[in-house]
């Protein structure tokens, strides 16, 4: 038995716990659930598996109130679960939060689905807050643009129409031929890097909804997803001195990864979701494509 073992249900417990203060704290939850789902999707090398714990632990450090185990649980009533898919429904309406209610929320759907006793009341509850505070972002969040909300697909020019999840995936990776760190200009943090691991996390939550049965869903994200595609390329040429032109190792299961522990929770929720997302490439095109995710990865902190 390992600690990783307890991480499906303190990573969906700790989401709906975090909602309260606001949808940024879900990801600490979701991490866990993303380094669950790592050790069961793959056969992971041993310090892969030591990685992901040690980081996992340092999340529980941090936030020991949301990580408690369950206490005084409810009756589960499975008919709940249409709470969570009516939130990511909203979600889907338009872009907002770099895709982060579909990356947080179908992390946790995928839990439920595999843990129905924990579709108790107060855990979909929180899922639900959660989920409509990812709902509303920062107008400016992108570079140049005063308003994205009101950025849509017939405003859009250089990235070519997708409609199914496969060409999505490759219109993802092409993308990562350019990573630039995050900065702070004139006072306002621009997340060049990190917008470009959101259109991967967001794309993978997309594959998983579709592979669920929710094509509706899916067909709307992926929409979305095109106009998150151009609005990541919105940066300024100066920022381009600092690009990311190789990574420190290939591989995401490299030992020089996974030896450290991180204070992003992305560290563990971007692996997963490309090595994912990478199975939606043709196996001649996955060595360039996992590469260049290491040029995030070697970024990461």
């Given at each position: 038995?390992?600690?990783?073992?307890?991480?499906?249900?303190?990573?969906?417990?700790?989401?709906?716990?975090?909602?309260?203060?606001?949808?940024?704290?879900?990801?600490y939850?979701?991490?866990?659930?993303?380094?669950?789902?790592?050790?069961?999707?793959?056969?992971?090398?041993?310090?892969v598996?030591?990685?992901?714990?040690?980081?996992?632990?340092?999340?529980?450090?941090?936030?020991?109130?949301?990580?408690?185990?369950l206490?005084?649980?409810?009756?589960?009533?499975?008919?709940?679960?249409?709470?969570?898919?009516?939130?990511?429904?909203?979600?889907?309406?338009?872009?907002?939060?770099?895709?982060?209610?579909?990356?947080?929320?179908?992390?946790?759907?995928?839990?439920?689905?595999?843990?129905?006793?924990?579709?108790?009341?107060r855990?979909?509850?929180?899922?639900?807050?959660?989920?409509?505070?990812?709902?509303?972002?920062?107008?400016?969040?992108?570079?140049?643009?005063?308003?994205?909300?009101?950025?849509?697909?017939?405003?859009?020019?250089?990235?070519?129409?997708?409609?199914?999840?496969?060409?999505?995936?490759?219109?993802?990776?092409?993308?990562?031929?350019?990573?630039?760190?995050?900065?702070?200009?004139?006072?306002?943090?621009?997340?060049?890097?990190?917008?470009?691991?959101?259109?991967?996390?967001?794309?993978?939550?997309?594959?998983?909804?579709?592979?669920?049965?929710?094509?509706?869903?899916?067909?709307?994200?992926?929409?979305?997803?095109r106009?998150?595609?151009?609005?990541?390329?919105?940066?300024?040429?100066?920022?381009?001195?600092d690009?990311?032109?190789?990574?420190?190792?290939?591989?995401?299961?490299?030992?020089?990864?996974?030896?450290?522990?991180?204070?992003?929770?992305?560290?563990?929720?971007?692996?997963?979701?490309?090595?994912?997302?990478?199975?939606?490439?043709?196996?001649?095109?996955?060595?360039?494509?996992?590469?260049?995710?290491?040029?995030?990865?070697?970024?990461?902190?």
């Open positions: 038995m390992r600690k990783l073992d307890d991480y499906l249900e303190l990573g969906v417990v700790a989401m709906a716990r975090a909602a309260e203060g606001g949808w940024f704290g879900g990801h939850g979701a991490a866990l659930l993303a380094g669950y789902f790592m050790s069961r999707d793959y056969d992971l090398p041993e310090h598996t030591d990685g992901i714990e040690r980081t996992c632990e340092s999340f529980r450090l941090l936030k020991p109130d949301w990580f408690m185990p206490e005084n649980e409810e009756e589960a009533d499975p008919a709940l679960l249409e709470a969570v898919i009516a939130g990511l429904g909203e979600n889907v309406k338009r872009l907002s939060t770099s895709g982060h209610g579909l990356a947080l929320g179908v992390l946790a759907l995928r839990a439920l689905r595999e843990r129905p006793d924990l579709i108790q009341p855990i979909i509850a929180g899922l639900v807050t959660l989920l409509k505070a990812t709902a509303v972002d920062r107008p400016n969040r992108y570079w140049g643009i005063a308003d994205y909300g009101m950025v849509t697909e017939e405003d859009i020019s250089g990235v070519p129409a997708y409609q199914t999840p496969a060409s999505m995936a490759k219109h993802t990776f092409a993308e990562l031929q350019t990573v630039i760190p995050n900065r702070v200009i004139e006072g306002q943090r621009y997340f060049f890097e990190g917008e470009v691991t959101h259109s991967i996390t967001h794309a993978d939550a997309l594959v998983n909804l579709d592979r669920f049965g929710y094509a509706d869903l899916t067909q709307a994200g992926i929409r979305n997803h106009v998150q595609m151009y609005l990541n390329r919105q940066r300024p040429d100066f920022a381009l001195a690009e990311v032109k190789e990574p420190a190792f290939t591989s995401i299961f490299s030992p020089l990864y996974w030896e450290k522990t991180y204070r992003d929770p992305h560290a563990l929720k971007l692996p997963y979701a490309a090595l994912a997302l990478l199975q939606q490439l043709p196996e001649e095109e996955r060595a360039e494509a996992e590469k260049n995710v290491c040029k995030i990865l070697t970024i990461t902190e």
